[in-house]
């Protein structure tokens, strides 16, 4: 039986929650509405050289599955992991800019690097949520001609999402892990106290009103 050439998921994703900075406690904001926890910075993981390369393994695997022909880092966050993903599997590489990018060009593309007109693309970001991003960006390589076979994230956060587009529900999207999933494995490692860890569940998973006086109790306990 051949060994996979990357961690099985549960050790990545673990890997990626340990990383200094990725998960910080405390009650932050995201997206104007109040969370148990500060916003991953999953850029963080992207520091350890090890950690880097076994998250491009990762994706290289999704790659060939998905039978794309150009892996496509979704700007910021997604660049650096695409470009992982890229070495690993030795698929072109490409990166798409933020809908309304301007840049230093007139008419300036919004994909660079390799062609993606005709082909298939491997779409890569650190995390997906509602899928509003992830909708923008397919936009933006449709009308350059490329087919999006799928995308590859570190973290699938549709789990905690209020609402999903529908083209993030349409288009087949691999992870290493969901959101509360890293949850559960940050307090099972002791990187998240365990009553941080129950009342940040509640919080997301019951969504807490702005005024809930258990938003006292979990910034108390951190």
């Not at 051949?2 to 910080?24: C, E, F, N, Q, S």
């Amino acid at each position: 039986m051949t060994m996979p050439m990357y961690p099985p998921d549960d050790v990545l994703a673990a890997r990626i929650v340990a990383a200094p900075g990725v998960l910080r406690a405390g009650a932050g904001c995201w997206d104007r509405g109040r969370t148990p926890l500060h916003p991953l910075t999953l850029e963080s993981a992207y520091a350890e050289p090890d950690l880097l390369r076994a998250l491009g393994a990762r994706g290289a695997a999704c790659a060939r599955e998905f039978g794309v022909d150009v892996v496509v880092g979704a700007e910021t966050g997604g660049v650096p992991l695409a470009a992982a993903v890229s070495l690993a599997g030795g698929v072109p590489f490409a990166f798409v800019r933020k809908p309304g990018y301007r840049g230093h060009e007139v008419d300036e593309p919004p994909v660079r690097g390799a062609v993606v007109n005709g082909r298939r693309v491997l779409l890569v970001d650190d995390a997906v949520s509602s899928g509003a991003s992830l909708e923008r960006f397919a936009g933006e390589l449709a009308d350059e001609g490329a087919e999006l076979a799928g995308a590859f994230v570190l973290v699938d956060m549709r789990d905690v999402a209020e609402a999903v587009t529908a083209v993030a529900c349409s288009v087949p999207t691999d992870a290493v892990g969901t959101y509360l999933h890293l949850l559960d494995l940050a307090a099972a490692g002791g990187i998240l106290d365990a009553t941080v860890h129950q009342l940040s569940i509640d919080a997301l998973v019951n969504r807490w009103a702005e005024d809930d006086p258990r938003w006292d109790v979990l910034i108390a306990a951190v």
